[in-house]
């Protein structure tokens, strides 16, 4: 198993930029895809990005495309999300989570296994 760790959550105005991490430890990413989730009070679960360990293809939810980037560290084995022109609509608590591997859907919440607490995203307007 595979424990994640978010950081980087806060507040900021629409138009900001926050850049969170996920640190794992116990066990590497290795061979395995990393995705950011988020979820707003009342609301599912959702993806917002993925990538692949070893390709490094990133995958983006259409919502977040062109204004989040993930990247990844496999020598401090940590992955990131930048998020820039942020807006009120990515408030959500944000989670990586360690995909299960064996399978080339990234954006389902049932294809990953190990996942960090979260991390709070406040943009205010």
């Known amino acids: 198993q595979v424990q994640l760790v978010e950081s980087g959550g806060g507040l900021v105005q629409a138009g900001g930029s926050l850049s969170l991490s996920c640190a794992a430890s116990?066990?590497?990413?290795?061979?395995?895809?990393v995705g950011w989730f988020r979820q707003a009070p009342g609301k599912e679960r959702e993806f917002v990005a993925a990538i692949t360990w070893i390709t490094r293809n990133t995958y983006y939810a259409d919502s977040v495309k062109g204004r989040f980037t993930i990247s990844r560290d496999s020598a401090k084995n940590t992955v990131y999300l930048q998020m820039n022109s942020l807006k009120p609509e990515d408030t959500a608590v944000y989670y990586c989570?360690?995909?299960?591997?064996?399978?080339?859907?990234?954006?389902?919440?049932?294809?990953?296994?190990?996942w960090g607490q979260g991390t709070q995203v406040t943009v205010s307007s």
């Open positions: 116990g066990r590497t990413f290795s061979g395995y895809g």
């Open positions: 989570a360690k995909h299960t591997g064996g399978s080339v859907d990234y954006t389902a919440v049932n294809k990953y296994d190990d």
